[in-house]
C-alpha cells in the first residue's frame, strides 16, 4: 500500500538558510500534518490542513510557513533557520477531520534537518 | 490542552518476559481516541494500539493490550512475550479535537530496552 512521502529525508543547511520540506500524502488523503521532533523529544504539532486551507496551528515560529496545494502535497518552508531548528519533521496524512469519526494519521518516514 | 505524561522514562524487560510502560492523560472530554506509538532506531512513528474512550473494552493487538481506566485517566501499555525487536521508545498520544481539526499530543515518551 502506498504511504506517505517525504522530500528529502536528510537536510543540511547552514544558519540563517532557508529550507524547503515536502510530503506527498496516501492517495485519496485530504488532510496534512506538520510534527517536529527535537532529539530526544516527543513530537510536537505544527500545523495542519485540510482541503487546502489551515485547520490548525500549533508551536510553529513565525519563521515557517506551510501550504497545502491543490493535488494536496504540502510544504513547509523555514526561514532564517537557526540551530534549534535542527530536528526530525515528520509529515502525517489522514482523510478527512471530522470529530465524529475516526480518520488514524498515517505518519511520513520523516525529514531530518541539521542546522550547522 | 490536554497533556499526556508518561513517568517512565526508561523501562527495561528480559526477552519473553511482560512489561507494562504507564501513561496518565487529562482532559474534560468524554469521548476521545488514545494511542501508543512505537519509534525504532529508524525513528518510523508505527501505531501499536489504538483505544477509544467510550469502548470500555481494552484494545489488544497481538501481544500488545491496554489496561484503560477512564476513571483514573490511565493508559497503559502492556507488551507479552518481549521479544529484541520491541525494544524502541513509545509515545503515548492523545487525539485532542478542537472545532473542525485536530492533532496528536504525545507523551514525553519511555525508552524500552529488551535484554537477551
Known amino acids: 500500500a502506498a504511504g506517505v512521502i517525504q522530500s528529502p529525508r536528510h537536510l543540511i543547511k547552514e544558519k540563517r538558510e532557508t529550507a524547503t520540506l515536502k510530503c506527498y500524502p496516501i492517495p485519496r488523503h485530504d488532510t496534512v500534518y506538520w510534527y517536529q521532533q527535537g532529539p530526544g523529544q516527543d513530537p510536537q504539532f505544527l500545523i495542519s490542513?485540510?482541503?487546502?486551507?489551515?485547520?490548525d496551528k500549533g508551536s510553529i515560529p513565525d519563521r515557517f510557513s506551510a501550504q497545502q496545494f491543490s493535488d494536496y502535497h504540502s510544504e513547509l518552508n523555514m526561514s532564517s533557520l537557526e540551530l534549534g531548528d535542527s530536528a526530525l519533521y515528520f509529515c502525517?496524512?489522514?482523510?478527512?477531520?471530522?470529530?465524529?469519526?475516526?480518520?488514524?494519521?498515517?505518519f511520513g518516514p520523516g525529514t531530518r534537518l541539521t542546522v550547522l | 490542552a490536554q497533556t499526556v505524561t508518561q513517568s517512565q522514562p526508561e523501562m527495561s524487560v528480559q526477552e519473553a518476559e511482560t512489561v507494562t510502560l504507564s501513561c496518565t492523560y487529562d482532559t474534560s472530554e468524554s469521548d476521545y481516541y488514545l494511542f501508543w506509538y512505537k519509534q525504532p532506531p529508524s525513528r518510523q512513528m508505527i501505531l501499536v494500539i489504538r483505544?477509544?474512550?467510550?469502548?470500555?473494552q481494552n484494545a489488544t493487538e497481538n501481544r500488545f493490550s491496554v489496561n484503560f481506566q477512564k476513571a483514573a485517566k490511565s493508559f497503559s501499555l502492556k507488551i507479552s512475550d518481549s521479544q529484541l525487536g520491541d525494544a524502541a521508545m513509545y509515545f503515548c498520544?492523545?487525539?485532542?479535537?478542537?472545532?473542525?481539526?485536530?492533532?496528536?499530543?504525545f507523551g514525553k515518551g519511555t525508552k524500552l530496552t529488551v535484554n537477551p
Open positions: 490542513f485540510y482541503e487546502k486551507m489551515q485547520s
Open positions: 498520544a492523545y487525539r485532542e479535537v478542537l472545532g473542525g481539526s485536530e492533532k496528536l499530543v
Open positions: 483505544q477509544e474512550a467510550y469502548k470500555q
Open positions: 502525517a496524512s489522514s482523510r478527512g477531520t471530522m470529530k465524529s469519526s475516526y480518520n488514524e494519521q498515517f
